[in-house]
């Protein structure tokens, strides 16, 4: 069985752009959460996900968005991009958020200049 | 909300030598202890987790201890090999799949092994 995967899995944006990841979890999993990564600390919550709807937020400010969609993959969307917001974002998938383990992806690196 | 503190930040040891990682976690309610082993460019992998209805959990070379009156939990690894050398994260959460607030985890250790 495949994994979480994530794509892209390196980007680069300026400041001011928008950006969005995209993540599919693995078959069976309904529930999808993001992470924030910046360099040297350990992952931030920023969304669960369950049957399409926002079960969770993190202490992220209205720059982020998130979506899950009918077959459970989700996006995550960043607007008005801050050289602040470069980290790597992972997406973590589980079988319905609140039990269970939670897989994680190989991430999607963003880089913002 | 939650706070996870983690400690050594860096942890140097020699191959066939124990290593020991600790963290303290601020909120009572917590229930899931899990920790994840991350190599360089790799995705976090859960290497073992503890529950709080339980104070130690072994799996071959790994171990963990939980002391819930202090919110403290360790992780132990015997026998240290080249292949344990990694970056280490301590999370707690109120659910194993995280919930409506997610793990929270501690700011990591990175672990080498010295031949």
């Known amino acids: 069985d495949a994994g979480v995967t994530q794509s892209p899995t390196h980007l680069i944006k300026t400041r001011g752009q928008h950006v969005t990841l995209r993540c599919s979890p693995i078959s069976g999993h309904k529930s999808v959460s993001w992470y924030q990564q910046v360099l040297g600390q350990g992952p931030q919550f920023i969304f669960q996900?369950?049957?399409?709807?926002?079960?969770g937020r993190g202490n992220f400010p209205d720059r982020f968005s998130a979506r899950q969609f009918p077959n459970y993959s989700s996006e995550l969307n960043v607007n008005a991009l801050l050289l602040g917001d470069s980290a790597l974002y992972l997406c973590?998938?589980?079988?319905?958020?609140?039990?269970?383990?939670?897989?994680f992806g190989e991430g999607s690196r963003l880089t913002v200049l | 909300g939650e706070n996870v503190e983690q400690h050594p930040s860096t942890l140097s040891v020699q191959e066939g030598d124990s290593a020991v990682i600790k963290c303290t976690y601020s909120d009572s309610a917590s229930n899931y202890f899990p920790w994840y082993k991350q190599e360089l460019g790799k995705r976090p992998q859960l290497i073992i987790d503890i529950r709080s209805n339980v104070g130690e959990k072994k799996d071959q070379r790994i171990a963990v201890t939980l002391n819930k009156t202090a919110k403290h939990f360790s992780l132990h690894i015997t026998e240290t090999q080249p292949e344990d050398s990694a970056v280490y994260f301590c999370a707690a959460s109120l659910y194993s799949g995280g919930g409506a607030d997610g793990l929270t985890f501690g700011k990591g250790t990175h672990l080498i092994i010295q031949p």
């Open positions: 996900y369950y049957e399409k709807e926002e079960r």
């Open positions: 973590a998938s589980s079988l319905e958020g609140y039990t269970g383990e939670l897989f």
